[in-house]
Nanobody, 124 residues
Framework: QVQLVESGGGLVQAGGSLTLSCAASGRTFSSNAMGWFRQVPGKEREFVATISWSGGSTDYADSVKGRFTISRDNAKNTVYLQMSSLKPEDTAVYYC?????????????????WGQGTQVTVSP
């Protein structure tokens, strides 16, 4: 049984930084691509970033490109999302997800395991 546990969310002022972590267990972590998504109440979950099994390939939503960085440490079974120059519109619940593939994807339906989410709030 796959378990994904996010941490690192919180309240930060606009322009600030946060790093989210997602610890995975239950499946060979290094064989699976990972992704970060976010959701605001009343809106659909949206893609943020994705990373291939090796970490050698990444993709980002246009809204976060140049500000966010996804990375992974396969020895620690953990994926990270470094967020900088945060804006109030980045406020959301952030979810970590894992897919049964080596290859990254920006589509939420390509992921079969999800964490419980961590709240990120950016104040003006």
């Amino acid at each position: 049984q796959v378990q994904l546990v996010e941490s690192g969310g919180g309240l930060v002022q606009a322009g600030g930084s946060l790093t989210l972590s997602c610890a995975a267990s239950g499946r060979t972590f290094s064989s699976n691509a990972m992704g970060w998504f976010r959701q605001v109440p009343g809106k659909e979950r949206e893609f943020v970033a994705t990373i291939s099994w090796s970490g050698g390939s990444t993709d980002y939503a246009d809204s976060v490109k140049g500000r966010f960085t996804i990375s992974r440490d396969n020895a620690k079974n953990t994926v990270y999302l470094q967020m900088s120059s945060l804006k109030p519109e980045d406020t959301a619940v952030y979810y970590c997800a894992q897919r049964r593939s080596y290859y990254k994807s920006s589509h939420s339906d390509g992921y079969d395991s999800w964490g419980q989410g961590t709240q990120v709030t950016v104040s003006p």
